[in-house]
């Protein structure tokens, strides 16, 4: 039985939301937690693209939001907003890239600031917990680095491919009946041998399953 | 378009501030997006009717059950009028008995606690009667109600008055036959800036550690300030996702409460016309 607190208004973030925060059972308690967060979300905001162990990520990738999204709603000369990029932010030169190089960035964003991407965990894998020792890779949307992703900008409906793909039809219809042709005239050539007779039906039988190719391809 | 939309929202959320310490930040905030914005008036409510928020706890969420709540709320509210108030006012609650149908009760108390949405929403009156400490639990929406007045409408310095309950009886003595006071229409919410003096221990609560600030001082010895500090929370107000999870985003806030502006407003109209009815006495014909 929750009443919602209606004293501090956030924006909603853009990406989901454990149920749950995690522990990070530490022996400073809760502001050791923080404090492990804190690390994370200043690489975070200070290199703009980081490979980590994906629980903290997913954690850091949260608190991240959160600052970057209060820094839109609020701006720089809000009290409370400025105390928390003070405290989130360790290296203190990268509260004015908070205010001034990110806010901007984000201003008219509509998805989330950040990006969360599983990768490979390193050889050998030992699996402990469900999600303990997988690597994940947390970055801020807009770096300047390349794309971890596979480039996808090939498409069959482009006009280009569709004109390629016709042409390839065309080429391979005109082999055929090239093929067809140079049987008939070894027919004509030889009638009476029965091993002529073998080979054009083995010819025609290919026909069917190279047309089968196509249309799989 | 987003930002601009989103501002506004900023805009009226801030004008739903009416008192704590942020509202010195939250007028910087808005003298700062002063220059493009319409008003939208939803975010208002958000503050005179919490329980139409869901529950933050995402365990407890589910849509179409809180949208089915918000629809009875708003036809209990078509019953009985529901007034603005907040912990520290004091109210008179008639309600019905269900051990003898055709008797009417009624208590007048100060609001200690508020908690709980949609149907579930309650709050605590507390009043000493006959010297005997009184805290009656109401539901807000409770069918056996029949009136809820708000006597004194007013906020305290702390979200909580369950302090009440350890300090001396004149602060939680309130006279039964009490006059209403009314506010002038548009004015702020006062806050009443009382400090309470706590009997001496033994306590029910160990309020020396709860950081309240409308307490006297609370005359202990040295190390219990001691321990106090020493469990002092000092990181939680930096645990961003920890406030995240107690409230509700704005643009839920924003949505819940377009759908049902109009309803709300229409009920408020037809309160102010019933009220202007009531204080309108006929002048007698004098011989």
């Not at chain 2, 019905?96 to 908690?115: A, Q, T, W, Y």
Request: charged share 30%; hydrophobic share 35%; net charge positive.
């Amino acid at each position: 039985m929750n009443q919602a607190d209606v004293s501090k208004l956030v924006s909603q973030l853009r990406i989901k939301v454990n149920p749950r925060l995690r522990r990070f059972s530490n022996p400073n308690g809760p502001a050791g937690r923080l404090d492990k967060l804190r690390k994370t979300v200043t690489g975070l905001i200070k290199h703009e693209r980081i490979e980590l162990n994906y629980p903290r990520a997913d954690e850091a990738r949260m608190y991240a939001e959160r600052l970057i999204s209060d820094a839109i709603r609020y701006g720089d000369c809000h009290r409370t907003t400025m105390e928390m990029a003070d405290f989130w932010i360790i290296e203190k030169q990268l509260i004015h890239k908070l205010f001034k190089v990110l806010v901007p960035r984000f201003q008219d964003c509509n998805t989330s600031y950040t990006r969360l991407y599983k990768v490979p965990s390193p050889y050998p894998i030992i699996y402990k917990r469900e999600d303990c020792y997988r690597k994940a890779v947390l970055e801020l949307r807009g770096n300047p680095y390349p794309s971890l992703l596979p480039d996808k900008q090939y498409n069959k409906n482009i006009i280009h491919n569709i004109l390629l793909e016709e042409a390839k039809k065309e080429y391979r219809m005109q082999k055929y009946a090239e093929v067809v042709a140079n049987t008939e005239e070894k027919g004509k050539c030889q009638t009476d041998s029965p091993d002529e007779k073998l080979e054009t039906s083995s010819d025609i039988s290919s026909k069917p399953e190279s047309n089968k190719d196509e249309h799989t391809t | 378009m987003f930002s601009s939309s989103r501002k506004k929202i900023i805009s009226t959320s801030l004008k739903g501030f009416r008192c704590n310490s942020q509202t010195a930040e939250a007028l910087q905030v808005t003298n700062r997006l002063a220059s493009n914005k319409t008003k939208p008036s939803q975010l208002k409510f958000s503050r005179i009717y919490p329980e139409f928020l869901p529950d933050p706890k995402i365990e407890f969420r589910n849509p179409l059950r809180e949208i089915i709540e918000r629809m009875d709320m708003l036809n209990r509210r078509r019953n009985v009028h529901i007034p603005e108030f907040y912990v520290g006012s004091i109210l008179s609650v008639t309600y019905s008995d269900k051990h003898n149908p055709e008797k009417l009760n009624c208590f007048v108390g100060i609001c200690i606690k508020r908690e709980g949405c949609g149907l579930r929403a309650n709050f605590i009156l507390r009043n000493i009667i006959d010297s005997q400490g009184i805290e009656i639990l109401f539901d807000i929406y409770d069918p056996t109600i029949q009136r809820i007045d708000v006597l004194k409408l007013e906020k305290r310095l702390d979200d909580e008055l369950l302090y009440l309950r350890d300090a001396l009886p004149e602060y939680s003595t309130f006279d039964i036959n009490m006059e209403a006071e009314v506010l002038p229409e548009g004015s702020e919410i006062p806050i009443n800036p009382i400090k309470v003096k706590l009997k001496p221990r033994p306590w029910l609560e160990r309020w020396e550690r709860k950081n309240l600030k409308g307490v006297q001082d609370l005359e202990l010895p040295e190390k219990f300030y001691k321990r106090a500090a020493e469990l002092a929370d000092t990181t939680s107000q930096y645990d961003l996702m920890k406030q995240y999870m107690k409230t509700i985003p704005v643009e839920e806030q924003y949505q819940i409460f377009s759908e049902i502006e109009s309803e709300l407003n229409q009920l408020e109209i037809a309160q102010k016309k019933q009220k202007r009815k009531k204080s309108f006495v006929k002048p007698v014909k004098l011989a």
